[in-house]
Every structure is written in C-alpha cells, then in structure tokens.
C-alpha cells in the first residue's frame, strides 16, 4: 500500500538516511538476566523482557563544528580579501556524521566545498548560500548525511567562500551533525555503530549548478525581459538523484525544465519561480527524486519577470549514486 | 511514495550472488529499474498560464494530462497578484469535485517554498488518451480588486508506455486501485453557492455545519482558513454531543493555511450524514469573515 503523501514526501530522503544511518532509539528490549548472566523466565518458560536504554546512546550526541578561527569577514566584491578558506577541523575523538548546514552572514555569498580527505568535491560549480545555508530554526538538511570516519586520525572539510555583495560581509558558519565517540565506546558498541551508521559505503551529497557561472559561480546577468538557457551538466563519474530546487535572484522570473537525451519536459507550460524553486530554510522537494544519468544534460530555459536586469543563482541538491 | 534510488540486488539472471568468503550471502545496491520511468511533473493550465480575474469575475482554468504517462498529483501552489481567489476543483473526466463547495486560495495553494500537499495523491490514469482536470477559479472573495491567478498542480509522471509490462502493471496494481480514496476538502454548508461564508458581524456568535455527503466517509486530516479577523471556536460532534477540545481555542491556535496546516494528532473520521459543528465568536470587534476548510481523504470502501 503506497505511503501517503504527507507521509512520503521526504521518505526518499529519509529512506536513504535511514538505510545508512538508522535511528538509535533510546530504549531497547532486552531479556533480563540473573547475575549469572542466565536469562530469567516466566512461569511459562519463555524469557521475560525488560526494556533498557541503549548502550549506544552514551556514545552518541548532536554536534556542531565551526570553522577553525571562527567568524571571518571578507571585503567587498572585487576588492582584495573577498574570499577565503573555512578549514573544519573534525578531531579524532571520533567519527563525525555531518547532516545539516546553518550560517549567519550579513550579505550573500558563494561557497564551494572539497573533502581533502577523499579529494571529493560537493558540487560541480560554488553554491549561493541562499540556496544551502539555512538557520538554527530552519537548517538546510543536506539530502544524504556526509560521514567523516576519522579512524586514528582526524578529518576536515574545507569551504571556500567568496563575498558577492559590495559591502564587508561578516560570515558565521556552521556544519551540524552526530558525532559517535567511537574511542569511549567499548569495542562491541564500536562495531554496532559502525552497523548502524554504515561506516563502510554511503552514496554522498552533491550540488549541481548550471555550467554558466564563473569560477565563483556567480551567473551571467539576465536582461529585463530577457531570457537565457541554463543548462545543467552531468560528469561521468556517477549517476544523481535529485531531491530539492533552491534559487536565489534578485527577481521573479518564468521557467521550463527540459531533459536534452529524452527531451521531455518537466511540466507542459511556463511556470513562476515561486512555483518551482525554495530557498535553503524552504528547499522545493520534488515529488519524486530525479534521477540523472551520468553524462547527461537538464535545461532550464528562464525569462525575466521583472522587466529590470536579474541575477539569479539555481542549484539542485541530491545524491550521486556512484555504484557503477 | 517517492521511490529510492537504490535497491539491495541479491541475484544477477536469477542466480545468487556468490558468497563471501566468510560463506555468508552477497548482495549489491543498483539503481532501482523504474527510476528511470519516474519524473517530477508540473502542471500548467492551458493555454494561458495565468488568467486575470476583475471582481466578481469566473474562469475555468483547464489542464490537459496528455497521454504519455499517469500523472500522481500531490500537491498545489498558486501565485496570486492581488489577492485571494474561490477555487472550485474538478476532474472532468471522472466528473468529480474534490469540494462540496468551491474554497478560499489560501487555504489551498501554497507556494513553492511550502506547497500544499494532498491529502493523499490523486492518480490521473491517461490509458490511451488524455485526461483534463479543471480548476474554476472565480474572485469572489470580498474586497479583492483585479488579481492575477496562477495555479500549479504538482506531482509525479509515470512513463508508462515506456516501461516494460510488467512494471507497468504494478504501478497501476498499486496506485490506481487505490482511487476509492482520494483527497476531499470539506467547507461548511452554510456558505453560499461561490464558497463565501455570510459575514460574522463583530463580537458576535454564529455556527458553521460541515457535513459529509451520503456517499463517502472523510478521514480529516488538516484545518485550513483564511478570515479578515481572529475568532474563538468550538468543534463539536453533533451527532455524539462531543466537543474536541475543552474550551475555547483562539483561531491561530487552531486553524492554519494551505503552508502551515495545522495537522489533527489523530485523523478524524466523518461518517457519512454526519456533522461537525464549529461555533465562533469574533474577536476583532469588526465584520468577519471567516473561511474554513478541512482537508482530508474520501473513502468509498463501503
């Protein structure tokens, strides 16, 4: 029987959350045990079980990790210092389960992650932090959890950000997760972590920004009225499914949404970006994720509402699937 | 439901993997075949994307699903340049509303940042040819001048055609056997023909009767209004006598909008020809009117 919808519209992001992560419960059941360790039985014979709580939670708690250094201002667009290096240093303390993006910032700007450890970037161009930097109160759930299993040694994530605005941009950000203290735990919890989380394979998050932003990922400037092509490039390394449309503009503006190898459209007319595409705090899930082969190209055909120039940045987030 | 990308893969040509090492079964993780045949879906009305509608004005908003695959509609935005609209929706096809009445925008249409999800899906089944859903959108709504609508159906196409068989066959096994459910919004009886409630004068009481029709039992599963002012109210079962809270509840506390419903902790069940009573009181000292709405799914199973 299918879910319903108010039920299923982010089971696919919770399906693979919960394939790979699974919830630790609090409490589990377990049967009681004299101090012999034999299990104690009821009149009928069969064990009698107690519920207690579960042995990983000691070894499990919410953690969060600003950059090393803390908040860095940058200057102003265009002027020397308007970009810089967030280093998130993850100790070897334990492994760390990275799952959500906030940040406090007093303007725009792009970011662009890489994950030295296994030279691995997070998107193909940099990101506007609209679209993935969400708040305390509305965190920007990345679509799968991003595991760092820091074994004997400790990890970290590096984050470019440029500022996009024309004043200093003070940024404050935060990467949000679990952090398993694998060190404390006694070797039996270790490995029931390492099960639950599994630490041994994961598909990973991944943003998608069309190909025609610079190196910062800063898009070309859409004339009033205009209309341009986005287009969307797969590499070939890995299939992506993709879950959730965020934009950022500095107006309204129409779209399509086309598949280059099958050319079929995403819907039969012209629709308003407020009917397509959220923002980091309110993503736009899609109704099913999309899956996109490797190699393969999305169009996304905007036309300016606003009758004044629009500088608009899109972004998809979802999986890369890297399984064959 | 959204299908995972991923499925566990324990033969290959119908034999098991080989084992492990350790003599225990293998598997893999592969794409999940139907995946391909899947793809989110807008729905556009046709042929203009938007219509303007003066005061007093009506106009039918026509969707063609055209017949290269089901579409599942899960749920509803709109744009709106000037205000709120009556919406009165309809599958042409099957002849069916989806209201007892036609119902305020905002309690139906979210944006794209918070669309209004269904109830439960809607399975438009083309077969071999197209089916038309319609939206009669009509500015009704007291005080609105002139206002652009824009209304997007949203939700996911099955390629059918281009599945294989079988698998086409499942997905009508699993979703369209299911259309003896299908989202149903519920307004009171006492609103007039257009969906507009009679204005509540200020500070003063009234009751509104929603009631379920001979046909179908509604599951309710969210409350919805919009209102020029805040208000107390009751829920009372009328044929049990039975209130659904202890005293009075102020508006905000216990109505949301198509974004933000307020969801009920347990679905409630409307019988058949029974009643829900909500008796309110203004509270903003000046005419009201109050448009109320309760979202939930149609069941015909017996």
């Known amino acids: 029987m299918p879910l319903r919808w108010g039920e299923a519209v982010v089971a696919d992001l919770q399906s693979a959350q919960e394939a790979c992560v699974g919830h630790l419960a609090p409490f589990v059941s377990r049967p009681l045990v004299d101090a012999h360790g034999r299990e104690i039985l009821d009149p009928s014979g069969r064990p009698i079980v107690g519920v207690v709580p579960n042995p990983l939670k000691d070894s499990v708690t919410d953690f969060k990790i600003p950059p090393k250094g803390g908040p860095v201002t940058l200057a102003a667009?265009?002027?020397?210092?308007?970009?810089?290096?967030?280093?998130?240093?993850?100790?070897?303390?334990?492994?760390?389960?990275?799952?959500?993006?906030?940040?406090?910032?007093?303007?725009?700007?792009?970011?662009?992650?890489?994950?030295?450890?296994?030279?691995?970037?997070?998107?193909?161009?940099?990101?506007?932090?609209?679209?993935?930097?969400?708040?305390?109160?509305?965190?920007?759930?990345?679509?799968?959890?991003?595991?760092?299993?820091?074994?004997?040694?400790?990890?970290?994530?590096?984050?470019?950000?440029?500022?996009?605005?024309?004043?200093?941009?003070?940024?404050?950000?935060?990467?949000?997760?679990?952090?398993?203290?694998?060190?404390?735990?006694?070797?039996?919890?270790?490995?029931?972590?390492?099960?639950?989380?599994?630490?041994?394979?994961?598909?990973?998050?991944?943003?998608?920004?069309?190909?025609?932003?610079?190196?910062?990922?800063?898009?070309?400037?859409?004339?009033?009225?205009?209309?341009?092509?986005?287009?969307?490039?797969?590499?070939?390394?890995?299939?992506?499914?993709?879950?959730?449309?965020?934009?950022?503009?500095?107006?309204?503006?129409?779209?399509?949404?086309?598949?280059?190898?099958?050319?079929?459209?995403?819907?039969?007319?012209?629709?308003?970006?407020?009917?397509?595409?959220?923002?980091?705090?309110?993503?736009?899930?899609?109704?099913?994720?999309?899956?996109?082969?490797?190699?393969?190209?999305?169009?996304?055909?905007?036309?300016?509402?606003?009758?004044?120039?629009?500088?608009?940045?899109?972004?998809?987030?979802?999986?890369r699937l890297e399984l064959r | 439901m959204p299908f995972p990308a991923l499925e566990v893969i324990r033969k290959v040509a119908g034999e098991p993997l080989p084992e492990l090492p350790d003599g225990s079964p293998n598997i893999a993780m592969g794409i999940r075949p139907i995946k391909e045949f899947v793809k989110p879906y807008w729905l556009a009305s046709e042929p203009d994307v938007s219509v303007s509608l003066g005061a007093g004005v009506k106009a039918r908003l026509q969707y063609a699903i055209d017949s290269q695959g089901h579409f599942d509609w899960a749920a509803l935005m709109g744009t709106f340049s000037n205000g709120p609209v009556m919406l009165y929706l309809f599958d042409a096809n099957s002849n069916r509303f989806l209201s007892n009445k036609p119902v305020h925008s905002t309690t139906i249409c979210g944006s794209g940042q918070r669309y209004f999800r269904l109830p439960c899906p809607y399975f438009f089944n083309v077969g071999d040819s197209q089916r038309e859903f319609q939206i009669f959108a009509e500015n009704a709504v007291p005080g609105v001048g002139t206002t652009v609508v824009s209304i997007v159906p949203f939700g996911r196409r099955f390629y059918h055609k281009e599945m294989p068989p079988q698998m086409a066959a499942e997905i009508l096994r699993d979703y369209d056997c299911i259309m003896k459910e299908y989202p149903y919004l519920l307004v009171p009886e006492d609103y007039d023909f257009r969906g507009v409630?009679?204005?509540?004068?200020?500070?003063?009481?009234?009751?509104?009767?929603?009631?379920?029709?001979?046909?179908?039992?509604l599951e309710c599963s969210k409350l919805l209004f919009a209102s020029t002012g805040a208000f107390t109210f009751t829920l009372r079962e009328k044929d049990k006598d039975r209130l659904l809270m202890a005293d009075l509840v102020h508006s905000s506390e216990g109505w949301g909008n198509a974004e933000f419903p307020v969801y009920l902790m347990d679905s409630f069940l409307l019988q058949r020809k029974r009643q829900l009573i909500m008796e309110i009181t203004d509270l903003s000292g000046a005419p009201n009117y109050i448009f109320a709405t309760i979202a939930g799914i149609r069941s015909q199973y017996r």
């Open chain 1, 77 to 319: 667009q265009g002027s020397a210092g308007d970009e810089a290096e967030l280093e998130f240093i993850i100790d070897s303390q334990g492994d760390f389960d990275w799952t959500h993006i906030v940040g406090v910032s007093t303007g725009g700007y792009t970011l662009h992650f890489v994950d030295p450890g296994e030279q691995r970037r997070l998107q193909n161009f940099p990101v506007h932090s609209g679209t993935v930097v969400g708040t305390g109160r509305r965190m920007f759930k990345l679509p799968e959890p991003y595991l760092f299993n820091v074994e004997d040694k400790e990890r970290r994530i590096v984050c470019r950000v440029k500022n996009i605005t024309a004043s200093p941009n003070t940024i404050r950000l935060t990467l949000v997760g679990r952090r398993y203290y694998i060190r404390d735990a006694k070797p039996d919890i270790d490995v029931l972590i390492g099960d639950s989380i599994g630490r041994r394979w994961r598909t990973n998050t991944y943003f998608l920004v069309p190909k025609e932003v610079d190196k910062f990922g800063i898009p070309p400037t859409l004339a009033g009225n205009g209309s341009a092509r986005r287009t969307f490039v797969m590499d070939n390394d890995a299939d992506t499914s993709i879950m959730k449309l965020m934009a950022v503009s500095t107006g309204a503006f129409s779209f399509r949404i086309k598949e280059e190898d099958t050319n079929r459209e995403l819907s039969n007319g012209t629709l308003h970006s407020d009917n397509g595409w959220g923002t980091a705090d309110f993503p736009f899930f899609l109704s099913d994720s999309w899956f996109i082969e490797r190699n393969k190209r999305l169009f996304v055909d905007i036309t300016d509402l606003t009758g004044a120039n629009n500088v608009i940045y899109l972004t998809m987030a979802g999986r």
């Open chain 2, 197 to 217: 409630p009679p204005v509540l004068a200020a500070n003063a009481k009234t009751q509104f009767e929603f009631e379920m029709d001979d046909s179908a039992d």
